[in-house]
């Protein structure tokens, strides 16, 4: 799956928001490191949850793959990580009818680029979700 720029800046608020350190493990990683992953609960393929703040995790590599090639295992952490609440308004959002169009992704970009250079600027690790 290709990479925007909604993605880009997108993850960058992510990872900056966690401190540069996997939620998982706690591993500290160097800002920017490709290292630590911006890794989804639920698919990117998923648009109307792709550029959502609640849908995503600050994930290392090893704890990205253990994520993705752990079903049970993981859904199961991911549940005592964010509640069986959070996961039903995930699945509702995920399932609605409302679609995110190719045109919008200029618009999420512009969004999140501008919350990550404001944390950047204050030291701020909190931002305003998109959706």
Partial sequence: MKVNQADRWFSLCVRHAAGWQCEKCGKVYPENSMGLHNSHNFSRRHRTIRWCADN???????????????PADSGEWLRQQIGDGMLDLLREKRD????????????????????????????????????
Wanted: aromatic share 14%; hydrophobic share 30%.
């Fill in 56 to 70: 995503t995790l600050a994930l290392c590599y090893p704890c990205h793959q253990w994520f993705g090639g752990n």
């Fill in 96 to 131: 609605s009818m409302v679609k995110v169009s190719k045109a919008e992704e200029k618009e999420i970009a512009a969004h999140y680029r501008k919350e990550y250079r404001r944390m950047v600027e204050t030291g701020s690790r909190e931002f305003e979700s998109w959706q």
